[in-house]
């Protein structure tokens, strides 16, 4: 079974520009998560999907971030203009949605995209 | 507001010698409690998880924690350290309450001296 993967595994750009982030979760994973790692703090909570739905977003730092789920499969986040503070690692996990309503369950995350900002 | 704390950003042993990483949290509703592990180029990989059952957990690679709700701790240990486990190591909370959103401590990098 495929993890979550994530592309691209890096990526360099300059101030003002636009990146779009992908994430493919574990097939069949209703639960999406997006996470942000900034150089020496601590990994961040930035938005939660059930499946196509915004289900949590109070971790978006600002509206420069647009994450979308279509179809409630892959994720795309787009940082549209870049700013230097946006540089940092991007994580993303996904979990299963258990039969009793409940969400949790462990989370899978992905290697991440390292963002550089320059 | 919840937050997670982890004690010492780098932590040195000799191999063989025993591994402790400090968790402290504060949370006003009961949470669930992790350890991922981040080994270089790699993603997150869960260690061990507290889900309300018994307060000692035991995890894999030879890992466990013990849930203390007194002391509002989680601290990881190993017996004996191996070159392997050198990795970055992260605490993190969630609830049912909260999307079950992880809140991650700052990491404790665990480097192992032959």
């Known amino acids: 079974e495929a993890g979550v993967t994530q592309f691209p595994s890096h990526s360099v750009i300059e101030k003002g520009q636009t990146v779009t982030l992908r994430c493919d979760p574990i097939?069949?994973?209703?639960?999406l998560y997006w996470y942000r790692r900034v150089m020496g703090k601590e990994i961040k909570f930035l938005l939660h999907?059930?499946?196509?739905?915004?289900?949590?977003e109070s971790g978006m730092p600002n509206n420069r971030f647009l994450a979308e789920r279509t179809g409630g499969t892959y994720s795309t986040l787009k940082v549209q203009p870049a700013e230097l503070e946006d540089s940092g690692v991007y994580f993303c996990?996904?979990?299963?949605?258990?039969?009793?309503?409940?969400?949790?369950?462990?989370?899978?995350f992905g290697p991440g995209t390292r963002l550089t900002v320059l | 507001a919840q937050s997670v704390t982890q004690l010492g950003s780098h932590v040195s042993v000799s191999e063989g010698a025993l591994v402790l990483l400090r968790c402290n949290y504060s949370?006003?509703?009961?949470?669930?409690l992790f350890w991922y592990v981040q080994y270089p180029n790699q993603g997150l990989q869960l260690l061990l998880k507290?889900?309300?059952?018994?307060?000692l957990v035991k995890g894999i690679n030879g890992f466990e924690a013990e849930f203390k709700k007194s002391e509002t701790s989680f601290h990881l240990t190993k017996p004996s350290a191996h070159m392997s486990d050198a990795a970055e190591y992260f605490c993190?909370?969630?609830?049912?309450?909260?999307?079950?959103?992880?809140?991650f401590g700052s990491g404790t990098r665990l480097l192992v001296r032959p």
């Open positions: 949370s006003s509703v009961p949470p669930y």
């Open positions: 996990a996904s979990s299963q949605e258990l039969p009793n309503g409940f969400s949790y369950n462990e989370q899978f």
């Open positions: 999907f059930v499946k196509e739905s915004k289900q949590d």
């Open positions: 507290y889900t309300s059952a018994a307060t």
């Open positions: 993190a909370v969630s609830w049912m309450d909260s999307s079950y959103k992880l809140i």
């Open positions: 097939s069949g994973h209703d639960n």
